[in-house]
């Protein structure tokens, strides 16, 4: 089975046959959780890892967008059936209808504040951004400012986040002055959430022999690692992972792809 860790957030999701099915929001355990941007129904909808093919700049899938999606296409029918069977009744089931509208309505606000408090990253029993994380606020959208929301969050782990700026340069794993920024933010994250553990996954471009990218993949996360500890992370909560050549998320064959496959992820694997 594909491992939930080659899935990256807002990755298109392909079925057998080529046709969309959606984007990745994140992955939930052995779950692959879809935005509900697109959705006919408003609604998230989850799909199985034993569905994936494979993945490479897409994730596919082994079945049609039809049979992965199957079980919400017939609710959505079997919803629209009884509403047809209600409606040819008299008027005391038009007070029915209104009183399940309402309902539904309820339900769907309820919803609605639900997904706007996972996104802000609080709960009635959770601090808010700023509160939680010490020094200056984090950057809205950053890689410091999306951790932040996830831990503060309810969803599922693992969650891979890839950092905004550590790209190293080709055939090093000496990480640049403009890449620190982002280690700075996150250790004051990970210092609000004491009991998060993790892995740091290096990657490289496919130039050169395989066997010396994958040294040097764990040569780059050991170095995001050390700088974290040196900004007061224990090292022993983050574990060092090279990930080669493999699972580019870029062209190999262009010198902006290259760079983009030189990246590194911060994966959560607990809270």
């Known amino acids: 089975m594909i491992k939930a860790s080659e899935i990256r957030n807002g990755m298109d999701v392909m079925d057998s046959d080529g046709a969309s099915v959606g984007q990745v929001d994140s ?33 596919h899938l082994s079945r049609t967008r ?20 209600l409606m040819g009744g008299g008027k005391a089931l038009w007070w029915i209808l209104g009183a399940l509208a309402v309902l539904a309505l309820l339900f769907a606000l309820s919803q609605c504040d639900r997904d706007r408090t996972q996104v802000s990253g609080t709960d009635a029993d959770d601090d808010v951004t700023g509160q939680r994380v010490a020094g200056a606020p984090l950057r809205d959208g950053s890689l410091a400012y999306n951790v932040d929301q996830f831990l503060a969050g309810k969803d599922g782990t693992p969650r891979t986040f890839t950092f905004d700026n550590i790209n190293f340069d080709s055939g090093t794993a000496t990480l640049r002055e403009e890449e620190r920024g982002d280690l700075d933010d996150l250790a004051r994250v990970l210092a609000a959430y004491p009991g998060t553990r993790g892995e740091v996954v290096g990657y490289t471009d496919a130039k050169g022999p395989a066997a010396a990218n994958q040294a040097l993949g764990q040569d780059r996360a050991k170095a995001v690692v050390a700088a974290l500890a040196a900004r007061g992370v224990d090292a022993k909560r983050l574990e060092a992972r090279s990930g080669g050549e493999s699972n580019p998320a870029a062209t190999n064959a262009s010198d902006n792809g290259r760079f983009e496959n030189r990246r590194t992820e911060l994966i959560i694997l607990d809270r």
């Open 66 to 85: 039809a049979a992965v999606l199957g079980t919400a296409a017939a609710t959505t029918a079997g919803t629209a059936g009884t509403t047809g069977a």
């Open 27 to 59: 992955v939930n355990g052995n779950r692959i959780k879809l935005t509900r941007l697109g959705s006919a129904d408003g609604e998230h909808h989850y799909i199985d890892l034993a569905d994936v093919a494979r993945v490479d700049d897409h994730v």
